[in-house]
């Protein structure tokens, strides 16, 4: 039961330089979601997908990019990143009759 | 816009203690609600939900009622254990069911032997 699978868990970046985090799930689940999580501030939508070819933006957008070219991934691209992106991400997938997300387990980003 | 609101943390109770996480929120419509947990170095997994005025949702001797009237979702634990030691999160999403979910800021329970 693989679930929602995010990649990599932790990374380190330099300022400028650019990256992809991936997320896979294998629940056929057509609504796909990216957030950002920070210390007092919760979770935060960065953006959405509804199905595959499909996004938009969330709640804290910029900065980063999405694709969604098959139902399965959904890769979150950050093009020059900074160090108000350090934070913790996470990818989730909604069963779309019932509303509930499935997380994957977080990747750490620290930007220097 | 919608927005959900949660008690600062962090609380700390002894085992077998009675738990209130308090959660209001402020939406348009009628938002289905949720509390998510989560635990040490893992995702958030989903604990209860509800989806209209006085659903109650129920999971794990965990419970929170829909209340329309105060706008409120609190959640409660009759006897905690060490297990339950987590961060636990509010949340409401609008009828879509896009993903686009709010969050609280979330709230760190610590449960001492």
């Known amino acids: 039961n693989a679930g929602v699978t995010q990649t990599p868990k932790f990374q380190v970046l330099k300022t400028g330089q650019s990256m992809t985090l991936q997320c896979a799930q294998d629940?056929?689940?057509?609504?796909m979601s990216w957030y950002r999580q920070d210390p007092g501030m919760g979770l935060r939508l960065i953006h959405y997908?509804?199905?595959?070819?499909?996004?938009d933006q969330g709640e804290v957008p910029n900065g980063y990019n999405v694709s969604r070219s098959t139902t399965e991934d959904f890769p979150l691209r950050l093009l020059s990143a900074a160090p108000s992106q350090t934070s913790v991400y996470f990818c989730a997938s909604i069963q779309g009759n019932t509303g509930e997300l499935f997380f994957g387990e977080g990747s750490r980003l620290t930007v220097l | 816009g919608d927005s959900v609101t949660q008690m600062e943390g962090p609380v700390t109770l002894s085992e077998e203690a009675f738990l209130t996480i308090n959660c209001t929120y402020t939406a348009t419509g009628y938002p289905s609600l949720f509390w998510y947990v989560q635990y040490p170095g893992e995702g958030l997994q989903l604990l209860l939900k509800a989806t209209k005025a006085d659903d109650k949702g129920s999971n794990k001797g965990f419970e929170a009622t829909y209340r329309k009237e105060t706008t409120s979702f609190h959640l409660e634990k009759g006897s905690v254990q060490v297990s339950d030691s987590a961060v636990y999160f509010c949340a409401l999403s609008d009828q879509s069911n896009t993903g686009k979910l709010i969050f609280g800021q979330g709230t760190t329970l610590q449960v001492k032997p």
């Open positions: 997908s509804v199905g595959a070819g499909i996004t």
């Open positions: 629940m056929n689940h057509e609504y």
